[in-house]
């Protein structure tokens, strides 16, 4: 639109993404003596809705038990969701690029350390409001914002759309 400024496009980039760590478990979340099918948490006095100033903010997030949905058939493996916010700018920075796959190797080297010790410190935090559950992982996935990049085409590794919203319906 050439009615538009140069930055137009820049300005309305979505600026929030998240790590995600999906947890498949031996056994259901209710076996475990969860019965929530999700918990939103945030431990400041007030819900900040931005990106962190590290990698992730642990200060709030949302726990996903989707055993616990009512479905037609259940799910047979036990699943827990941990949902953060994160920042692009951070986890970009230890790659230099949105694909950390197309970097170096030193620099993916980099990444799926920063990854695998981000992962852990998400699970920590999830076990503050849940029974346990990681003696009972018998696999993990996660997403950063590079991940949300790399499948999505975001620049940004946002999830949502753009925080400059259009009003009109078009």
């Known amino acids: 639109c050439s009615d538009q400024p140069e930055t137009a496009a820049k300005d309305c980039l979505g600026k929030l993404s998240f790590v995600e760590i ?8 209710k076996e475990l003596g969860i019965s929530d099918s999700i918990i939103f948490f945030n431990d400041n006095k007030e819900f900040r809705y931005e990106s962190p100033d590290d990698f992730v903010d ?3 997030g949302v726990l996903c038990m989707p055993n616990n949905f009512k ?3 259940p799910m047979e493996e036990g699943q827990i969701r941990v949902t953060v916010k994160a ?3 951070h986890w970009h920075g230890l790659v230099g690029m949105a694909n950390p796959y197309k970097a170096s190797k030193e620099a993916r080297k980099r990444y799926h350390e920063k990854k ?3 992962e852990q410190i998400v699970l920590e935090t999830a076990a503050k409001y849940l029974p346990d559950f990681r003696p009972h992982i ?3 996935d996660s ?5 949300v990049s790399r499948y999505t ?18």
């Open 138 to 140: 018998i696999y993990l």
């Open 58 to 60: 642990l200060s709030s």
């Open 153 to 170: 085409s975001h620049p940004t590794g946002a999830i949502y759309g753009s925080p400059k919203k259009e009003k009109k319906g078009l």
């Open 143 to 147: 997403f950063t914002p590079l991940t």
């Open 116 to 118: 695998a010790e981000i």
């Open 87 to 89: 920042s692009f700018k």
């Open 22 to 29: 999906i947890a498949c478990l031996d056994r259901t979340p």
């Open 71 to 73: 479905y037609e058939e």
